[in-house]
């Protein structure tokens, strides 16, 4: 008797962008749900290309530009598998499902004008191509197509989506103007990745339970862990960004530095600074030779220092990545790693109220795998 060839099966969507193994969907139920939400992410996905296809040409190819670069869908996959906890993939599922994401990308064309970033999902940013006042109206359209879609929705989804919108807002406007005088560095920063990031996380759970029918009882627990969930992510980034394995990461260690964005990892070295010898000698040379405020008026190797009136050599690449790699192996970064943990493991057990079963046990190794991401 012949021998039957392997069958080889595609890879889960809901596997792939949420970084989970196949491992996971063991159960008849499982790889049930699996299917739904796959299919559900196809329509999502010719949904967000009809919603940000503008008939003017200048619209519709800016608003079309970051969607076209990729991105993982984690929200939307998201808003697809807390629906499971209900009726499943029915038609608002999916339209609140495309309006989170058409969010999340206006979002991204404002973040790159306000933090001039160069790149975004491995292509020049919106605003190095048409310029910051393009990038910022795509923006804007963008939103208000997110809004139009939750219209249609009802009065909860257009509730739903205002406040998100202002999270979204109030996140990005404190963190431009920093703490106030008093207020505590590290839980403004907390509270910034809350609203910049953990909002929409938790904004995109919440709809797949309010537009499945789900049980009411679940929507605070899935509240909480994307709330919780999404400063993990935050957290896990600040020490992605001194990783010293630019292929793997995709970026230069100390990109943010470079760029004069304060992490979690700088707050607890000028804690530390404040007590250790070492610690403000460490500071010192970041501020002063790898954060932009003092280099950016260099445009030569040599510097005058206004601290002491001589003339400074500023410091090779190579002496960067040093100073970079101090930090990488100090104990405040290690912390950093820590806290992410621990807003995981929170995230995790905000989920005690719901049900055992498929869409548990995906969101729990979901904030698993959020966390293996620095290893």
């Given at each position: 008797?012949?021998a039957s060839p392997p ?7 809901l ?7 196949e ?18 992410l196809d329509?999502v996905?010719?949904?967000?290309v009809?919603?940000?296809g ?5 619209a519709?190819e800016s608003?079309?530009y970051?969607?076209?670069a990729?991105?993982?869908r984690?929200?939307p996959?998201?808003?697809?598998l807390t ?8 038609d608002?599922?999916?339209v ?15 973040d ?7 790149r975004r999902?491995?292509v020049?940013?919106?605003?190095t191509?048409w310029?910051?006042t393009?990038?910022?109206l795509?923006?804007d359209?963008?939103f ?5 879609l ?10 739903l989506?205002a406040s998100?919108f ?5 996140g990005?406007l ?7 005088p008093?207020?505590?560095p ?13 909002s929409?996380i938790?904004a995109?759970a919440r709809?797949?339970v ?6 009411p ?12 969930i ?9 020490v992605?960004d001194?990783s ?5 990461t ?15 990892p700088?707050?607890?070295l000028?804690?530390?600074?404040a007590?250790d010898?070492?610690s ?9 030779d ?10 030569a190797?040599?510097a005058?220092?206004?601290?002491t009136g001589a ?6 690449a190579?002496?960067?990545d ?12 290690r912390a950093t ?11 995790v057990?905000?989920?005690?109220p ?9 969101l ?6 959020v ?5």
């Amino acid at each position: 008797m012949k021998a039957s060839p392997p069958v080889v099966r595609r890879s889960s969507a809901l596997a792939a962008n949420l970084g989970l193994s196949e491992r996971v969907f063991s159960s008849a139920a499982d790889r049930a749900m699996s299917r739904s939400i796959d299919a559900g992410l196809d329509r999502v996905e010719a949904g967000l290309v009809r919603e940000v296809g503008f008939a003017d040409p200048i619209a519709g190819e800016s608003a079309r530009y970051l969607l076209d670069a990729g991105g993982k869908r984690v929200r939307p996959m998201l808003t697809l598998l807390t629906a499971q906890l209900g009726d499943g993939v029915v038609d608002d599922v999916v339209v609140a499902a495309e309006a989170i994401e058409v969010t999340h990308l206006a979002s991204l064309y404002h973040d790159d004008v306000m933090d001039q970033s160069d790149r975004r999902r491995g292509v020049p940013s919106a605003q190095t191509v048409w310029g910051n006042t393009v990038a910022i109206l795509t923006g804007d359209l963008l939103f208000a197509r997110a809004s139009q879609l939750m219209a249609g929705l009802g009065e909860r989804a257009i509730r739903l989506q205002a406040s998100t919108f202002e999270r979204l807002v109030m996140g990005q406007l404190h963190e431009t103007t920093g703490p106030r005088p008093g207020e505590d560095p590290v839980a403004h920063y907390i509270q910034v990745l809350a609203d910049k990031t953990g909002s929409l996380i938790a904004a995109a759970a919440r709809a797949g339970v309010i537009f499945s029918r789900a049980d009411p009882a679940y929507e605070l627990p899935v509240v909480e862990f994307g709330e919780r969930i999404g400063v993990a992510f935050q957290l896990i980034d600040d020490v992605i960004d001194l990783s010293p394995q630019p292929e793997a990461t995709g970026k230069v260690p100390g990109t943010d530095l470079r760029a004069g964005v304060v992490t979690l990892p700088i707050l607890r070295l000028r804690e530390a600074a404040a007590t250790d010898a070492a610690s403000a000698d460490l500071l010192a040379r970041i501020e002063r030779d790898v954060m932009p405020a003092s280099r950016d008026a260099a445009e030569a190797r040599d510097a005058y220092d206004t601290n002491t009136g001589a003339v400074r050599t500023i410091p090779s690449a190579t002496a960067i990545d040093g100073i970079v790699g101090e930090l990488r192996e100090h104990a405040v970064t290690r912390a950093t790693l820590e806290e992410a943990h621990r807003w995981a493991r929170e995230a995790v057990e905000a989920l005690a109220p719901l049900p055992d079963g498929s869409v548990k046990k995906a969101l729990t190794r979901f904030a698993e795998t959020v966390v293996e991401r620095s290893s």
